[in-house]
Nanobody, 124 residues
Framework: QVQLVESGGGSVQAGGSLRLSCAAS????????MGWFRQAPGQELEGVAG???????SYADSVKGRFTISQDNAKNSLYLQMNSLKPEDTAMYYC??????????????????WGQGTQVSVSS
């Protein structure tokens, strides 16, 4: 059974930074897509950042220049460095992975492995 384990969430003040980590365990050795998604109360699940098997990245317009997605293939780990955090970044953040090709790594549709979610709260 493949599972994704997240860590790094927490509460910070506006302008602060957090680094989220996601480790894949079980029989998981490769993926076509990995990504970070978030959902705030009353809002839809939205894509934050995605990375494909070639290392190509994509970001939501709202986080470009502030967030950086990266991966360590040897460790089957995914990271999200979040800088200059804003109150509107407050949400539950989820790590996701897909072992089959997706039209886009930046959208949640098609992802079949998900983490448990980690809360990020940014105060003004």
């Amino acid at each position: 059974q493949v599972q994704l384990v997240e860590s790094g969430g927490g509460s910070v003040q506006a302008g602060g930074s957090l680094r989220l980590s996601c480790a894949a365990s079980g029989y998981f050795y490769s993926s076509y897509c990995m990504g970070w998604f978030r959902q705030a109360p009353g809002q839809e699940l939205e894509g934050v950042a995605g990375i494909d098997s070639d290392g190509s990245t994509s970001y939501a317009d709202s986080v470009k220049g502030r967030f950086t997605i990266s991966q360590d293939n040897a460790k089957n780990s995914l990271y999200l460095q979040m800088n200059s955090l804003k109150p509107e970044d407050t949400a539950m953040y989820y790590c996701a992975a897909s072992r089959r090709p997706l039209l886009s790594c930046a959208t949640a549709i098609g992802y079949n492995y998900w983490g448990q979610g980690t809360q990020v709260s940014v105060s003004s």
